[in-house]
């Protein structure tokens, strides 16, 4: 019953809505495709590889299969951003000597930025819920520039996921690695300013 329901219930309205998404995603202009690069990355990053990420992350997916690699990108390199952005704030915080983490965070940070480069967003989760509010902006802001500069430079990535270790296979490593750093910059100034010694 299930089946026949998706089939010949579903199917129609999902098939339609999934077409009007690939050619609402293949129609877009250069100063369009850097906004909607910068939403799928933010809202893709806003909870470390939570629920509401799964949202953005599902579209991709789905994009992806359709030979619309664009999106799919954006998931990979978005997804290192938080823990990369992390570590980069520690480093620039020393350099600055404004000490922003704990001892403890410092040690989670360790943990947080391997996972980062194998684009596992939630070592990060332990950090970020000592100051959720500062470092969900700083963070999903920095997934959102890395986003927009990705889906701008028409990077693609016909691989769903494997962090630092698939920006060869992407359509464009380099505009991918910019992207990735750029937005790995953008989340370390923002957390060196805004988080409290």
């Given at each position: 019953?299930?089946?026949?329901?998706?089939?010949?219930v579903?199917g129609?309205?999902?098939?339609?809505?999934?077409?009007?998404?690939?050619?609402?995603?293949?129609?877009?202009?250069?100063s369009?495709?850097t906004?909607?690069?910068?939403?799928?990355?933010?809202?893709?990053?806003?909870d470390?590889?939570g629920?509401i990420?799964?949202?953005?992350?599902l579209i991709?997916?789905?994009?992806?299969?359709?030979?619309?690699?664009?999106?799919?990108?954006?998931?990979?390199l978005?997804?290192?951003?938080?823990?990369?952005?992390i570590?980069?704030?520690?480093?620039?915080?020393k350099?600055?000597k404004?000490?922003?983490?704990?001892a403890?965070?410092?040690?989670n940070?360790?943990?947080?930025?391997?996972?980062?480069l194998?684009?596992i967003?939630?070592?990060v989760?332990?950090i970020?819920?000592?100051?959720i509010i500062?470092?969900?902006?700083?963070?999903?802001?920095?997934?959102?520039?890395?986003?927009?500069?990705?889906?701008?430079?028409?990077?693609?990535?016909?691989?769903?996921?494997?962090?630092?270790?698939?920006?060869?296979?992407?359509?464009?490593?380099?505009?991918?690695?910019i992207?990735?750093?750029?937005?790995?910059?953008?989340?370390?100034?923002?957390?060196?300013?805004?988080k409290?010694?």
């Amino acid at each position: 019953i299930g089946g026949l329901l998706m089939y010949f219930v579903l199917g129609g309205p999902i098939t339609a809505m999934t077409n009007g998404l690939n050619n609402f995603v293949t129609g877009l202009d250069q100063s369009q495709k850097t906004l909607y690069g910068f939403v799928i990355g933010f809202i893709g990053c806003i909870d470390f590889g939570g629920a509401i990420s799964k949202v953005p992350n599902l579209i991709c997916g789905g994009l992806l299969l359709d030979g619309i690699t664009g999106p799919e990108a954006i998931k990979v390199l978005a997804a290192m951003v938080p823990p990369l952005g992390i570590t980069f704030s520690l480093v620039l915080s020393k350099l600055l000597k404004k000490n922003i983490y704990t001892a403890q965070e410092k040690e989670n940070i360790k943990v947080a930025f391997p996972m980062g480069l194998c684009m596992i967003s939630e070592g990060v989760i332990p950090i970020a819920m000592n100051d959720i509010i500062r470092t969900v902006i700083c963070t999903a802001t920095g997934c959102g520039v890395t986003g927009a500069i990705s889906f701008s430079l028409d990077v693609g990535s016909k691989v769903p996921s494997g962090g630092v270790f698939v920006i060869p296979a992407m359509s464009n490593p380099l505009a991918a690695l910019i992207a990735l750093l750029a937005g790995t910059a953008v989340t370390g100034v923002l957390l060196v300013l805004i988080k409290k010694k």
